[in-house]
């Protein structure tokens, strides 16, 4: 890559979006914006609706997969540009850029950018299942992805040890672990009994149960 050739640093910070991505983004915030069932005159029709939308997880799934593949393509180019160049080098130019001087123009943390570097890692692993769970009805998230990276040249579940099966059930478990922790603090227990009906808090039961069996299980084996 000429680097010389890149555009200059007020470009880069103002580079723009593609237009799909961008009439996505006015879609989605003008659904946020306007709520067009809360004037309907048939409530059961607006009920119905209302119900297909907040059952609709493909929107959360496609932005996933958008962010994911956002990333990978970030790390990808990052991973193009030197980590260091030596500027009193004959081969070098003043206007090129190292890999840390483009992750600051583009916008990028340190942090960041070593995500991104890491999730392009983890599909130069193995693009098959990197796209795999991309695909999957419950696709990782960019920390996930990130951590698969981590190992050059040999898949995150190997370095560990552990069969690829078992490393994405730890991998899912943990995140929704971590959203039910999270969600604990979130709702007072008497709100949560207050604010339910006596068949709803019979549902309640019903999987808190299903989950203390499984918790049990799962403890015996920690």
């Known amino acids: 890559m000429n680097h010389s050739l890149l555009p200059q640093p007020d470009k880069i910070r103002n580079a723009q979006l593609p237009v799909a991505y961008e009439n996505a983004t006015l879609a989605l915030a ?36 958008i962010r994911a593949r956002a990333s990978e393509r970030c790390g990808a180019l990052l991973a193009e540009f030197e980590k260091k160049i030596n500027r009193h080098s004959s ?8 890999r840390d001087e483009a992750a600051k123009e583009a ?15 983890a599909k130069k692993n193995d693009p098959a299942a990197f796209e795999e769970q991309l695909e999957s009805d419950n696709p990782p998230t960019i920390t996930n992805l990130a951590e698969q990276g981590m190992a050059k040249g040999i898949p995150r579940y190997e370095q560990l040890g552990m069969s690829k099966k078992a490393f994405q059930a730890g991998m899912y478990f943990r995140g929704h672990l971590a959203d039910m922790a999270e969600q604990t603090t ?25 989950i203390d069996e499984y918790l049990d299980q799962l403890i015996a084996k920690l």
């Open 30 to 65: 003008e659904c946020n914006r306007v709520d067009e069932c809360k004037d309907w005159e048939d409530k059961a029709v607006a009920l119905a609706s209302y119900a297909k939308q907040s059952d609709n997880k493909e929107l959360e799934k496609m932005a996933m997969r």
């Open 186 to 210: 979130n709702f007072d227990p008497q709100d949560v009994v207050d604010g339910s009906t006596l068949e709803e808090r019979k549902q309640i039961r019903q999987h808190i149960e299903t």
């Open 91 to 98: 081969s070098s130019s003043e206007d090129e850029l190292t």
């Open 107 to 121: 916008g990028l943390s340190p942090k960041q950018a070593q995500t991104r570097l890491r999730i392009h890692e």
